[in-house]
């Protein structure tokens, strides 16, 4: 990944979702490439953050998976969702990618995103429709 100034800002490429089979889930497999400025390569970072800090915080006030639930889907509509599937789908793999970077110095840290990542890997699951969860389990 190659970062620009804001001045020569383009996209950032990324593989495509396979077509037909996109759901609201990656497996990040894929790693993105291309460039991205550093005002997105930061808002990227702080929008997943603000995601997993929020479930940290309802974990650790003990609510009920429902209440988590809908505060997931609240909340990925809110910071990682874009105006297409292929920019959300762009934007879910480059965050998710920053952040194992920048968690990625102390074995806390790493711990911390794995869990972190997985409740929001679980709460997207279940988020999924009969078929989605179908179609995510073949993939």
Known sequence: MNFLNSALKTTATTPDAPRGLFTEL???????????SLEEFEQYALDRLRVLKAIEEAKLRSKSDDVIQADVKLLVNKHLQCSSRQESYRKDLIS????????????????????????????RFRALDQTGQVKQQSQ
């Open 96 to 123: 998710h990618h920053i952040l194992r970077l920048a968690y990625c110095r102390t074995a806390d840290l790493r711990g911390w995103l794995l869990q972190h990542e997985a409740l929001l890997f679980k709460y």
């Open 26 to 36: 990656t497996m990040y497999k894929d790693k993105p490439t291309g460039e991205i």
